[in-house]
């Protein structure tokens, strides 16, 4: 049974930074392609950022250079460093697992697999 497990979410003021983790479970970690997805109130789910089996990265234009997606195949655990947020950066965080790159990329196919999310909150 593939289980993901997000942590490291919270209130922080803009500026700050945070660091979330998502932990996999039940399936060849290494093989998958991995991605961090965000849902605001009243917004679509968007892709943030993803990281394929070779460990190949993409961001979304809105996370460039601020945020960094990477993978502890060893830990089986998804990170995704947050720094300089802003209070547009406010949502649910929702980590990904799908063979399929583009589906953790776009979400589109729908990924297979979601963890139960992790809510960042980012005050001005």
């Known amino acids: 049974q593939v289980q993901l497990v997000e942590s490291g979410g919270g209130s922080v003021q803009a500026g700050g930074s945070l660091r979330l983790s998502c932990a996999a479970s039940?399936?060849?970690?290494?093989?998958?392609?991995m991605g961090w997805f965000r849902q605001a109130l009243g917004k679509e789910r968007e892709g943030v950022a993803a990281?394929?089996?070779?460990?190949?990265?993409s961001y979304a234009d809105s996370v460039k250079g601020r945020f960094t997606i990477s993978k502890d195949n060893a830990k089986n655990t998804l990170y995704l460093q947050m720094n300089s947020l802003k209070p547009e950066d406010t949502a649910m965080y929702y980590c990904?697992?799908?063979?399929?790159?583009?589906?953790?990329?776009?979400?589109?196919?729908?990924?297979?697999?979601w963890g139960q999310g992790t809510q960042v909150t980012v005050s001005s």
């Open positions: 990281i394929d089996s070779d460990g190949s990265t």
């Open positions: 039940g399936y060849t970690y290494s093989s998958y392609c």
């Open positions: 990904a697992a799908d063979h399929r790159l583009g589906a953790v990329v776009t979400g589109t196919p729908w990924p297979n697999y």
